[in-house]
């Protein structure tokens, strides 16, 4: 074999060898809670669009994914649906603080069957949530980890409505597992996210939780540790006014002043 030959084979090896990882090198995976599923798929395709740059998204409980990280599931950005969990894997230093941005705020709201006969509940102190919901059940997520989970029970405690209403309770494994037992007239009532009643018609808002029942609803994102080096351009993509006009659609409130 000549030495160009030689050359030449090595460089073909070469090649084989670099294009996998340059081709996943091009893919940003996203752990990001439930609530953000239609609203960060239509920002993950404008992101594509522009830049080539693809997306592996896991959508799932911000204490679900918070501990997947942990345990060292492969991901370059963090969304969570509370402070909390985020506060949680920086403790672990799985995530990049200095990349933190509080982006969003949200609220939680009462939700029942489309079709059902319960309308305009007004959300205050005393309000009985037990008593509506008669012999069915209470949908939301799971109130000792799920965000929307904490954020009921701390409005129902505050409301005064909490130890009626708990056993009642049907928790579910995230925002958009509840969601979908209320569409399904499975759970005659269900606490969500306002966010989540735009994406599905089979609910409607019967009641909305007022601000001060619970705390401060607020969506951080951050990129991990491990990110590649693409994460930094989409963090700032995830600031611009493009993506506050697609989260805004959806409902989510933009907490930050966007970037251009």
């Known amino acids: 074999m000549s030495r160009l030959s030689i050359v030449?084979?090595?460089?073909?090896?070469?090649?084989?060898?670099?294009?996998?990882?340059?081709?996943?090198?091009?893919?940003?995976?996203?752990?990001?809670?439930?609530s953000m599923k239609n609203a960060?798929?239509?920002?993950?395709?404008?992101?594509?669009?522009?830049?080539?740059v693809k997306f592996s998204v896991s959508y799932?409980?911000?204490s679900v994914?918070?501990?997947?990280?942990?345990?060292?599931?492969?991901?370059d950005v963090f969304v969570s649906a509370d402070t909390d969990w985020m506060d949680y894997a920086i403790s672990k230093k799985t995530i990049n603080e200095p990349s933190r941005v509080n982006l969003l705020g949200n609220s939680i709201v009462l939700i029942a069957p489309k079709d059902s006969a319960i309308d305009n509940v007004t959300i205050a102190q005393?309000?009985?949530?037990?008593?509506?919901?008669?012999?069915?059940?209470?949908?939301?997520?799971?109130?000792?980890?799920?965000?929307?989970?904490?954020?009921?029970?701390?409005?129902?405690?505050?409301?005064?409505?909490?130890?009626?209403?708990?056993?009642?309770?049907?928790?579910?494994?995230?925002?958009?597992?509840?969601?979908?037992?209320?569409?399904?007239?499975?759970?005659?009532?269900?606490?969500?996210?306002?966010?989540?009643?735009?994406?599905?018609?089979?609910?409607k808002i019967i009641g909305t939780f007022p601000a001060e029942s619970h705390p401060a609803i607020i969506y951080p994102v951050a990129a991990t540790v491990t990110a590649k080096g693409e994460t930094g351009d989409y963090l700032a993509f995830l600031r611009s006014s493009a993506a506050k006009t697609?989260?805004?659609?959806?409902?989510?409130?933009?907490?930050?002043?966007?970037t251009t």
Do not use: C, H, N
């Open 65 to 75: 994914l918070a501990k997947q990280i942990e345990q060292g599931a492969p991901a």
């Open 126 to 203: 005393g309000f009985d949530l037990a008593k509506l919901a008669g012999d069915g059940r209470i949908a939301t997520g799971d109130v000792k980890s799920v965000p929307v989970g904490k954020y009921a029970k701390a409005a129902l405690e505050k409301l005064g409505a909490w130890q009626a209403a708990e056993p009642k309770f049907a928790m579910a494994e995230s925002v958009r597992a509840a969601l979908t037992l209320v569409a399904r007239g499975e759970a005659p009532l269900g606490i969500v996210y306002s966010t989540d009643v735009k994406v599905e018609p089979g609910v």
């Open 246 to 258: 697609i989260l805004e659609k959806y409902g989510f409130k933009f907490l930050i002043s966007p």
């Open 8 to 34: 030449f084979s090595a460089l073909v090896v070469l090649l084989v060898a670099v294009s996998p990882a340059a081709a996943e090198d091009k893919t940003i995976t996203v752990f990001a809670a439930a």
């Open 60 to 62: 799932a409980a911000s």
């Open 40 to 52: 960060l798929d239509e920002i993950d395709a404008a992101y594509t669009a522009r830049t080539g």
